[in-house]
Structures are given as C-alpha cells and as structure tokens.
C-alpha cells in the first residue's frame, strides 16, 4: 500500500487521562442526559452487541504509519458521549485462542508472529511471511494486537450464531487483506475469514459486502473455492498505481465451471471521485441482486472508512451520510448482521462514520443531534463540530467524478449476467457449534455478572435506574 513519504504525524498525549471521582459522576451524568435528548433507547424487536477491547487502542505502528489504532478511541469515546452503549450489549472482548487462530492461518505464520521482535521498519519487508516492512512493522504488542481484534469478530459472530445478538459490532475488525501465512496492506490477521467460519457452523450462506476504498482481497481468496460465501467487493481499482491491484470486473471466481466456487465473486471497480447518490445507487442495485440470487442467512459488511471524501489514503468523495446508507440497507434486509471496521486514516473521519453506524444500527439516527456532545473527549480533534461535515469541509480542493453514468450502467449489467450462473440456495450440510462455545460460556457470563451486582453496589443501582430501556426514559 502506498503511502505518503514526507507527511508530519501529530502527536496526542495519552487518551483518556485519569479523572477523579467527582469528574467521573459528572461525565457519567452527562452522557445519561445526552441519550434522553437524543431519543436514544433499546431498540425494540432486536438485539444489538458491541464488541471491543480499550487494550487494542494502545497500539502503535509507528510515527509516520497512517494506521492509527487511536481513531477506536475517538469512536468510541464519541460513540458513549452520545449514550449510544446504553441501547447496546457492550462486550470487552477476549484475546481469539492460537486454536481459533489456526482455523485459517498456518501455524508457522502464528508461531512467527508471536515470537518476532519489534524492528524499525524499512522499504520492503525484511522478514518471511511480508512482514518488517512500511506497510506491515513488526511493533511492540503485534501479536496480542492481532489476538484481540480477531478475538473480538470471532465473539461477534458466536453471538450472531446463538441469536443473542441480531446486529454485532466490532469496529477495530474488518482487517481484510491479510492471507492465510502472510500479512499484507496492514493487516496481520483475516478476523473476517475468522468470523465467517464460526458464521458457517450455523448459516448454510453468508454474503460478505466490502465497502472499503482497496479490494477486499484476502476474503475473497479465502472463500474463492466454496459456494457457502458470497464476496462483493466495492473499491477504486487500477491495477498499476492502486494496491492491491486486484478486483477487475472480470474477476468472478475460479474460471473452472465444477469448482463450487465459480460465479461467487463479485467485484465492482470504481474510479476516483464517485459520490453518495451514484454510490447508493449502485451499492442498493448491486446487493438486492446478489441477496435475490444468493439468498444469504446472514451479512457480514465491512465499513472500512478510507472510502470517506478526506482519507489520507482514499481518492472518493463520499460522505458520512452516503457511507451510513449502506449500513443502512443491510440492515433493512432484516438478517443476521456483523459489522466491522477497516480501512481509514483520517481518524477524526472514521469516528464520525462509526458513530453514525452505530446509531443506524440501534435505529437512533432519525433523532441524534448532528452537532457532537460538549463532552465528547477530543472534541477539539473533529475540527467541525457537526457529525456531517460538508465535501468542501472535507476537501481541500474539489476531486472530479470519474465514474460516468455509462460505465456504471455497464458495471450493473455486467454483474447482473454473471449472477445468472449461480445457483439458488445450494444445499449444505449444518454443523452444531462445539458445547463449550454456548452452554459453558452462558454459565461463566451468568456467574461473572452475578457476582458483580452482589460486590458492586454502583453497579447494581446504575442498572435499576434502567437507563436507555424503553418507556423507562
């Protein structure tokens, strides 16, 4: 992945400085009375999870690294500012075991990543599986860095699986470049290709959309040879001047007709500038057919934020409100949904985004006040205040449209024909998930929560108060 040489990184002190008590009360006061201004409650008739982990934010690739983990800090301190967690089961998410991680990656990869030292990173990589170099630094923490995010989709997902959550949230996921023994654009661990196995073990099909600015290429070659998974990928492509280079239209699965697989990739290649109505349009066209097609039992989307208008990487013009429609429809298509973040470098952008995802989710988004909360840690850091900023905000020069209303008629057409070739609902064969993943996890989690409404007396009244719950505001 190419990025910029001579650009200077801000520092930011340490996030979240230790408060005292009486700061805490007040903060706590204030995002209580920021829900109930902002309509902000369980939804009713489903279940939404939220799955992080405050460990993941302490990461660092690196002075000049465009990937910042502190952007999850700014999410999710923007995300509880609005009170949106009180409408949401929220999860501190565990580390995935080396056993989950073998599901798809070698054991040489893992074992190397785990034992790898941190080394200052150089033009191209300098140590096996493509690692040492710009785009993927050995780091200080790597290994429990890529345990904890993949931990996190891979609880998502379980919860999606035993129908205690309909709509599961892990915004520091979504790491779709990485292969099966080496890590690539970023990212060190598939937690996609993680979540989906586990998705497999209950769903016959599950639909994987990819609305990141780069091809979702490591999902996609992972489940290239199966007809279980769908993979729709929308992203700029040139296969020169644009990593990864891949995703061309053509590109639909393997070329051999008895492979299950063929048919069941779908790329649509888009050029630099397209915005919101063009890329609703198509997004909304493209995946009713696939859905009508594919007939999936549950979505998987990738929110990768660099397709915003602004990214330091990305060349579209998308808003946060364009970007938040596609959440948006997959949602209306009342599936088991798993949400994941991605790409994004202008961290200020990417909360914005996930914040707006996260109140479509929990069906507050008619209601929400687009000007940020007074209290929102960082405030400063957004710039503009609002959770809208306009293109020219964005922007700082306009970016013509290069996508004509031909070349997407040609894109929809294309896709259209292919999907003619893939079969109705193939048949498979179920498989329970394992014991230990549904009953022995309820008990411990009943038993944890137990004995913290007997020890903690804050704890205990702060759920009578009911806060967030329908017709208890």
Not at 2 to 24: K, L
Not at 96 to 112: C, I, K, V
Not at 164 to 178: P, R, V, Y
């Amino acid at each position: 992945m190419v990025m910029p040489t001579n650009t200077i990184v801000q520092n930011y002190g340490p996030p979240f400085a230790v408060h005292g008590d009486v700061d805490n009360l007040k903060f706590s006061r204030q995002i209580k009375e920021e829900a109930i201004r902002n309509g902000i409650k369980k939804p009713k008739g489903y279940t939404v999870s939220w799955h992080l982990n405050p460990e993941i934010e302490r990461h660092h690739f690196g002075r000049s690294h465009p990937m910042k983990p502190w952007r999850l800090t700014l999410a999710k301190g923007l995300i509880t500012s609005y009170g949106m967690h009180y409408a949401m089961d929220s999860y501190v998410s565990r580390k995935a075991t080396p056993e989950e991680l073998a599901e798809f990656h070698t054991q040489d990869y893992l074992d190397y990543l785990k034992t790898a030292m941190p080394c200052e990173p150089v033009s191209y990589p300098s140590h096996p599986h493509n690692l040492g170099g710009d785009d993927c630094p050995i780091f200080e923490g790597l290994f429990d860095y890529c345990s904890m995010y993949a931990g996190a989709s891979i609880d998502a997902a379980r919860k999606l699986c035993n129908h205690q959550s309909d709509i599961a949230i892990n915004w520091s996921g979504g790491l779709h470049h990485a292969k099966k023994s080496e890590a690539s654009g970023f990212c060190y661990m598939n937690d996609i290709v993680l979540a989906i196995l586990q998705l497999l073990r209950h769903h016959p099909r599950v639909l994987y959309i990819d609305i990141d600015v780069h091809h979702g290429d490591g999902v996609e070659e992972a489940f290239s040879s199966t007809d279980r998974v769908m993979t729709v990928s929308f992203h700029k492509y040139d296969k020169d001047n644009f990593f990864p280079g891949t995703g061309p239209l053509n590109s639909t699965g393997p070329e051999d007709e008895h492979n299950p697989g063929a048919h069941h990739t779908v790329n649509v290649p888009l050029n630099d500038g397209i915005d919101d109505e063009q890329y609703t349009s198509l997004f909304k066209t493209v995946i009713q057919s696939c859905v009508d097609r594919f007939q999936p039992s549950a979505i998987v989307l990738q929110c990768g934020a660099d397709s915003l208008a602004g990214d330091r990487l990305g060349p579209f013009n998308l808003q946060v409100q364009g970007h938040g429609a596609c959440v948006a429809f997959c949602k209306s298509l009342r599936l088991p949904l798993l949400l994941v973040g991605g790409g994004g470098y202008t961290p200020r952008n990417v909360a914005r985004a996930w914040t707006n995802e996260t109140s479509i989710a929990i069906g507050c988004d008619a209601t929400l006040n687009p000007i940020l909360p007074n209290h929102t840690p960082y405030r400063n850091h957004f710039r503009q205040t609002t959770l809208f900023p306009t293109p020219d905000e964005l922007l700082t020069e306009s970016r013509l449209n290069r996508n004509t209303p031909k070349r997407i008629a040609e894109i929809v057409a294309s896709i259209n024909e292919e999907l003619r070739f893939v079969n109705h609902a193939p048949s498979v064969q179920m498989q329970d998930i394992p014991p230990d993943l549904t009953g022995l996890r309820d008990e411990v989690e009943d038993e944890i929560r137990e004995n913290r409404e007997d020890k903690d007396e804050d704890y205990r009244k702060e759920k009578e108060e009911a806060v967030g719950v329908d017709m208890e505001l």
